[in-house]
């Protein structure tokens, strides 16, 4: 995985479908993806825990 302090700020993901968020920077612990994992680095067959789509339905947030 890549070093997140060299990275710049930790982005934010929605779901385009149910509104999930993933925050890079809390990750999703209780499926096993750590704090600090960057959106690149969520395997591509993980689905979102609230409706089911892929990563190809998240967009990146811009605050």
Partial sequence: ???PT???AFQTW????CGF???EA???PDEGIAP???WADV??????PDCGVTKDDFEMMVL
Avoid: L
């Avoid at 929605?14 to 479908?17: A, E, P």
């Fill in 26 to 28: 809390v990750g999703i």
């Fill in 43 to 48: 395997p591509e067959t993980w689905t979102c």
């Fill in 6 to 8: 060299t990275q710049g």
């Fill in 36 to 38: 600090g994992t960057r």
């Fill in 14 to 17: 929605m779901c385009v479908v």
């Fill in 21 to 23: 968020i993933y925050d």
């Fill in 1 to 3: 995985m890549n070093d």
